[in-house]
């Protein structure tokens, strides 16, 4: 298929989408009427006392179940935040601070909710770190009242820049407040989200002892219903998870002279993405705070609610990775994973040869056989006995779950910055046995998942992403042949055992101390065919001795995140 067919068939794809959006809202519509209509019904039969009794404790019971689950993450958050003592504190301590930029933030409006653009204002008004500028400019918007509202706010502070052009669109918008800007440092701030009163702040305290910093991000969550809820805990900065999706999200801090350029309207909708891809491939120095410090508010019009809703968005976010890649001179594609409305990149295969060693039977080697569409590929028991260019190891009782699951392993591998590659390892049972390994600070390996459910979706779709992980598993890992050579003492080819799990380890550590990347592809996923019983972890206390602070806090593993479970759900 030519990439004109493919193109059409996902802007098809992307139609029946939105068409699909609009039949579940009349099908939710209908509900309504239908509930509606029994309502009533049986109101005039004379039952409503009793139905109305009934339904209100199913909704008791389901409302406390829910507040049970809306509650944990509440809990958690009201443990991590700043008080208001301690926001006050923190004021008083930016300004010892020998580096204090000016930080311009940017917001563009239209037509904006009164209500949430002042919560937005006085998010601002409220940070610790008191230099900066926030310009806002309206878009034109259609509501009269609009005008009115910004110049009152313009009021509001000092610091507030008011400014109304015709309508544009989002990136003139943002083009506008760019070129008022007097700052150093550049932050985008949607018109009705908010701000923790510490999160300039923690920029610019991390900004204290690392100033070749040029991009810094933090953790983020939603406000659904008047309530935070949908925590994004972040990993460091991650280049081929960035590739699926704008995980750094909304609070980032970007330096000026990075962003000269500005915002493309062709982009519109995912114009911040475009813009960081394109921050990207002029620097790596790209930070995190493990805090959260934005809250993105849901609502129907925005991707926070549904990315169906902006189908442009997730189409413009398309066309954006896909220039990236090709000003980076990298033969590929990218495509919508429909399922998860998350990227993937394809680059195209070449006529590399694979090594595939198993310590099987010839039954074992006829049935992967059977279940590869890859061109070119062997399967032998011994490194020693082959050439090959890559070379993957793989446990004989894997079984591949579709044929394509060799290429979308060396797809990844085609990235010279990529120097070991994954699977999604899941058991007989057909929960995840291993979609990644985290380094724990107890010295312990814990395959990331473990246990969860194939599907499961949450921690923001990770298990089911292209994302860095510092390694993966021997089950099933793939590398360059000259990277064995040359990272030693490499990785046994026996059963697999904790030795060998934490051989991988050491020598995916190894890769990353020579600039290169490991990372787990959701898309080759292979089946253990035989019950494997125990605890996910391993203990590799030599490894943690050679790389204590990569085990004290894995980069691709949230501080914030379980260091009991690696299963991605919340810390203490």
């Known amino acids: 298929m030519s990439n004109e067919e493919l193109r059409a068939a996902e802007a098809h794809i992307a139609r029946l989408e939105e068409e699909l959006l609009r039949l579940k809202d009349v099908k939710r519509d209908l509900?309504?009427?239908?509930?509606?209509?029994?309502?009533?019904?049986?109101?005039a039969e004379g039952r409503i006392a009793k139905i109305l009794s009934a339904l209100f404790r199913l909704f008791r019971r389901r409302q406390l179940t829910e507040a049970v689950e809306q509650d944990e993450y509440g809990r958690w958050f009201a443990r991590h935040r700043v008080s208001a003592e301690e926001a006050t504190k923190l004021r008083e301590q930016s300004r010892t601070f020998s580096y204090r930029p000016l930080i311009s933030i940017l917001t563009p409006t239209f037509n904006?909710?009164?209500?949430?653009?002042?919560?937005?204002?006085?998010?601002?008004?409220?940070?610790?770190?008191?230099?900066?500028?926030?310009?806002?400019?309206?878009?034109?918007?259609?509501?009269?009242?609009?005008?009115?509202?910004?110049?009152?706010?313009?009021?509001r502070d000092a610091r507030i820049q008011i400014g109304f052009q015709d309508h544009g669109g989002i990136s003139t918008a943002l083009n506008t407040a760019l070129a008022r800007a007097s700052g150093d440092w550049i932050a985008l701030l949607?018109?009705?989200?908010?701000?923790?009163?510490?999160?300039?702040?923690?920029?610019?305290e991390l900004l204290q002892n690392d100033r070749e910093a040029d991009v810094i991000y933090s953790d983020e969550d939603k406000i659904v219903d008047g309530k935070l809820a949908a925590p994004m805990l972040k990993p460091d900065w991650s280049p081929e998870f960035f590739c699926t999706h704008?995980?750094?999200?909304?609070?980032?801090?970007?330096?000026?002279?990075?962003?000269?350029?500005?915002?493309?309207?062709?982009?519109?909708?995912a114009q911040d993405y475009d813009l960081l891809l394109r921050v990207s491939e002029k620097t790596d120095q790209i930070r995190r705070v493990p805090r959260v410090l934005y809250h993105w508010r849901r609502t129907a019009e925005s991707t926070a609610h549904n990315i169906r809703r902006k189908p442009g968005a997730l189409e413009a976010g398309r066309r954006g990775?896909?220039?990236?890649?090709?000003?980076?001179?990298?033969?590929?594609?990218?495509?919508?994973?429909?399922?998860?409305?998350?990227?993937r990149v394809r680059r195209q295969i070449t006529a590399e040869k694979i090594l595939i060693i198993i310590n099987g039977s010839a039954g074992d080697a006829d049935r992967i056989r059977a279940k590869t569409d890859f061109p070119n590929f062997e399967i032998v028991a011994n490194l020693k006995e082959a050439t090959g260019e890559y070379v993957l190891f793989l446990d004989s009782d894997l079984e591949?779950?579709?044929?394509?699951?060799?290429?979308?392993?060396?797809?990844?591998?085609?990235?010279?910055?990529?120097?070991?590659?994954?699977?999604?390892?899941?058991?007989?049972?057909?929960?995840?046995?291993?979609?990644?390994?985290?380094?724990?600070?107890?010295?312990k390996v814990s395959s990331a998942f473990a246990r969860c459910a194939r599907d499961f979706r949450g921690a923001n779709r990770q298990l089911q992403a292209v994302r860095n992980y510092s390694a993966v598993s021997t089950s099933c890992l793939l590398t360059r042949r000259e990277l064995l050579h040359r990272t030693l003492p490499g990785i046994p080819t026996e059963t697999a055992s904790p030795a060998r799990t934490c051989a991988a380890v050491g020598f995916c550590l190894s890769l990353r101390e020579q600039g290169l990347r490991t990372v787990s592809v959701p898309y080759a996923e292979l089946r253990r065919r035989t019950s494997k019983k125990g605890n996910p972890s391993v203990l590799c206390l030599d490894l943690q001795k050679r790389w204590p602070e990569m085990f004290r806090r894995?980069?691709?593993?949230?501080?914030?995140?379980?260091?009991?479970?690696?299963?991605?759900?919340?810390?203490?």
Do not use: C
Request: proline share 3%; charged share 30%.
């Open 400 to 443: 591949p779950l579709n044929e394509n699951w060799l290429s979308a392993m060396a797809e990844q591998l085609l990235n010279p910055k990529v120097g070991a590659v994954g699977a999604r390892i899941v058991s007989s049972e057909d929960t995840v046995e291993s979609a990644g390994l985290i380094l724990l600070p107890d010295g």
């Open 321 to 343: 990775i896909e220039e990236d890649l090709a000003r980076r001179q990298e033969n590929a594609r990218v495509t919508i994973d429909w399922e998860t409305h998350l990227y």
């Open 31 to 43: 509900q309504v009427l239908r509930e509606e209509h029994r309502r009533l019904r049986r109101s």
């Open 554 to 572: 894995d980069p691709y593993y949230s501080p914030n995140l379980s260091s009991e479970r690696a299963d991605f759900s919340l810390g203490m």
């Open 190 to 204: 949607d018109h009705d989200d908010l701000l923790e009163p510490d999160a300039l702040f923690r920029a610019i």
């Open 246 to 269: 704008d995980y750094l999200g909304h609070f980032i801090i970007v330096r000026r002279d990075l962003v000269q350029a500005g915002f493309q309207s062709e982009f519109d909708g």
């Open 112 to 155: 904006a909710d009164e209500r949430f653009l002042m919560g937005a204002v006085e998010s601002v008004i409220a940070q610790a770190y008191e230099n900066w500028e926030l310009i806002l400019i309206d878009d034109g918007s259609s509501d009269t009242r609009a005008r009115g509202l910004l110049q009152n706010l313009g009021q």
